[in-house]
């Protein structure tokens, strides 16, 4: 079974600089999630956090070496993956959705990265801030 884990990994060495991470520009505590091969799911970056497809990550775990099926790949990013970035803190990388239609988005959060409107499904914890 692979072993595989919502870790927060962080990129730099703390500070209050930014640094490059696969070619994307972050703060140097953003949060990556690992294992490695996840890396083909970031998008690029959103205030200084990594931002994530969130139908690139369960692609990312139907192609791991144990080829998980939609459905495990999905129960897993579901249930592990977001609701693990929800503890990760104010570097935590936000999990996105390119497939949403805005008519039915009312609290949702949208941000825009690289010209390309995307629905947040988790993210830092300034989304749980009221």
Sequence with gaps: MLQSDVFCGRVGTGGFTTMQFNGVEVHDEACVLEPDFLD?????SYKGCLVYSYEAL?????SSEDGWD???AVEFVNFNTLRGVA???PRAPYIVS????????EDETI???NGTR???LEG?????AS
Excluded: C, N, R, S
Aim: hydrophobic letters at 50%; aromatic letters at 12%.
């Design 118 to 120: 995307l629905m947040v």
């Design 111 to 113: 941000i825009e990265l």
């Design 98 to 105: 390119e497939m949403f239609e805005e008519d039915i988005l």
């Design 58 to 62: 369960v692609e990312a775990y139907q």
């Design 40 to 44: 083909k799911a970031i998008l690029g």
């Design 124 to 128: 830092p914890l300034e989304l749980h």
């Design 70 to 72: 939609y459905d495990e």
């Design 87 to 89: 503890y990760m803190g």
